[in-house]
Nanobody
Framework: QLQLVESGGGLVQAGGSLRLSCAASARTFSSYAMGWFRQAPGKEREFVGGINWAGTNTVYADSVKGRFTISRDNAKSTVYLQMNSLKPEDTAVYYC????????????????WGQGTQVTVSS
């Protein structure tokens, strides 16, 4: 089992930056690939980025590539999402998730989910 808690969301102007954090259970965190997803009102939850268990491989959605960076610190049992050059269309609830089978873009492949943190980007 793994518990995930997101933090760092808030209100930011277009072009600004935010850094999201996801704190996880310490014992098994390093064995999971981690992903970030987001969900805007009336839309399905979509993949944002993922990182493998060792932090040596990352995958991003085309919509955020070049602007967002995912990283992890296994010693602190934490995964991060650095978001730069934010756009109004980035507004959503952001969720972190853990997958036992490696980096994936598929929602159903993730075994554990946090409760989400709101990110609002104003124009």
């Amino acid at each position: 089992q793994l518990q995930l808690v997101e933090s760092g969301g808030g209100l930011v102007q277009a072009g600004g930056s935010l850094r999201l954090s996801c704190a996880a259970s310490a014992r098994t965190f390093s064995s999971y690939a981690m992903g970030w997803f987001r969900q805007a009102p009336g839309k399905e939850r979509e993949f944002v980025g993922g990182i493998n268990w060792a932090g040596t491989n990352t995958v991003y959605a085309d919509s955020v590539k070049g602007r967002f960076t995912i990283s992890r610190d296994n010693a602190k049992s934490t995964v991060y999402l650095q978001m730069n050059s934010l756009k109004p269309e980035d507004t959503a609830v952001y969720y972190c998730a853990a997958a036992a089978r490696g980096v994936t873009k598929q929602r159903l492949d993730y075994d554990y989910w946090g409760q989400g943190t709101q990110v609002t980007v104003s124009s």
